[in-house]
Every structure is written in structure tokens, then in C-alpha cells.
């Protein structure tokens, strides 16, 4: 789950090679445009889910939704999308809101109750105000909705799981003691793994190195928890299909 897989210096070459080693993902874009040029890039990768997303990162005003929203009945994954209330991003945190509701709105309206939209959410110091959106918009209630390296408070956390939210956790995520205590408490059914790799474009990393970020998250998700790794193995991998398959 959760990978930047047009991030890779080799997108096609990784995702073949990670097909081979068993492994499969939920592949984030950052802008609709990202979308456009790894689904053509990627077609006929079984083992790739294609996420069209529009990173608060990457948000200048309301209007940068119009186009993610237009993908929305064709596509039923989005992703990363969200909403970043850290300093480096305040300034366009009013922009971020409008977008993320935009998007959540046409996510929630397009969605299939037989094959629901899957959305992988980012919510930096925004977590209260991005389940707001999440319900306010239906996108809660008809949508599966993946809160991505979830940082938000531990009533925030609870108050995520009433809704229905999945927690997708990465070895760095489980590297904090928040973290490793959400990874803890949480219904095991609610946990997914993810990477969140490469750190950044033009990555030389391959498949293998995905492969292993995997595996040390299990490793440490199950060290929270006092459970076996294969057990933990094998319950990720059951709640990543039932996520991402209609």
C-alpha cells in the first residue's frame, strides 16, 4: 500500500520486479497530471493499483481539484490527497481545505457501493479537520478511506476508527512510540502496510528495496503487538485486498 511508484527513476521495471517478488501496491500521484502520464506508463501492471491524487503539497487554490474530480468516474482510487497544517504549508491551508472537499464530494458521489473508491489520505496536524471533510461529504459512510501515516491525537485516532478508517503504517511511522502504540491498540483489521518510498524523484531504489521497507514494517507491527510475523504477514496482506479489490 502507499508507494510513489512514478518516483522511481524506473516505474515500469519496479513494478514488474515487485510483481515477480509477490508484492503488490497502491501507487499515490501527487497531481492529476502525474495520474495521466503513469497510466499509460503502467498499463496492464496487475499488481499496481493507480491512485489519482492531488497532495496538499501540490495545492494552490480550489481550482487544482477541478481536474482530479473529472478523473473520479473512471477511476476508483485516489490518492494522496489530503490536507498539511505544518508551517512550511499554512499559507495555502484555506486552498487545501476547499480542494480536499472537492475531491472527497466527487470521490463519495462516484463511488459504487459493489467496488467502493478507495482513498489514501494525508492529514499532517489536520487530522480532526480532515475527518470533518471525510464526513461532511459522505466520503466516510461510501468510500474506504486510508489514513496514511496517521499522526493525529489518540481521541482523533478512535474518533477515525467509528468512521470506518484503515491506518496505513510504514517503518518509519512505526519507528515513533506513537506509532508502535497505534499499531498496538488498533483493531487488527484496521492496519495496512505501506512504504511511503521513494523519498524523492528519480530514485535509484528498486523493488527489493520496497520488499524490505515491507518487511521491517511487519516486523515491528508485530513486535507492538507480541504477535507472530507471519500472523502479521498474513493479516496485512488479507486487509490490503480487501481494501483494494471491489
Known amino acids: 500500500m502507499h508507494v510513489h511508484l512514478g518516483w522511481f527513476a524506473e516505474a515500469g521495471e519496479v513494478a ?23 497510466r499509460d506508463a503502467l498499463a496492464g501492471e496487475k499488481n499496481v493499483a493507480l491512485a489519482a ?50 475531491v472527497c464530494d466527487a470521490a463519495a458521489r462516484a463511488s459504487d457501493p459493489e467496488a467502493p473508491h478507495v482513498l489514501s489520505v494525508h492529514a499532517v496536524r489536520a487530522a480532526g479537520d480532515a475527518l470533518d471533510v471525510l464526513e461532511r461529504t459522505g466520503a466516510a459512510e461510501r468510500c474506504r478511506c486510508v489514513l496514511h501515516w496517521f499522526s493525529g491525537t489518540s481521541e482523533e485516532l478512535w474518533r477515525a ?19 508502535r502504540e497505534y499499531a498496538r491498540v488498533l483493531p487488527g483489521e484496521l492496519l495496512l502496510s505501506e512504504t511511503d518510498l521513494p523519498p524523492e524523484r528519480g530514485s535509484a531504489l528498486g523493488a527489493e528495496d520496497l520488499v524490505a521497507s515491507l518487511e521491517r514494517a511487519v516486523a515491528r507491527v508485530a513486535a507492538a503487538r507480541g504477535a ?19
Do not use: I, K
Request: with cysteine; hydrophobic share 45%.
Open 228 to 246: 507472530d510475523e507471519d500472523d502479521v504477514r498474513a493479516l496485512l496482506a488479507a486487509n490490503a485486498g480487501r481494501v483494494l479489490l471491489p
Open 16 to 38: 514488474e520486479r515487485a510483481a515477480r517478488l509477490g508484492a503488490g501496491m497502491l501507487a499515490v500521484t501527487v497531481t492529476p497530471a502525474e495520474y495521466l502520464r503513469l
Open 161 to 179: 476508527a467509528r468512521l470506518g478508517c484503515l491506518f496505513s503504517m510504514g517503518e518509519r511511522a512505526l519507528a515513533t512510540r506513537r506509532g
Open 53 to 102: 491524487g492531488l497532495h496538499p503539497w501540490w495545492v494552490r487554490d480550489a481550482r487544482d481539484a477541478d481536474a482530479l474530480c473529472e478523473l473520479l468516474t473512471g477511476v476508483r482510487w485516489v490518492g494522496e490527497v489530503g490536507l498539511d497544517a505544518s508551517p512550511r504549508h499554512a499559507a495555502t491551508y484555506r486552498s487545501q481545505l476547499d480542494a480536499f472537499e472537492l
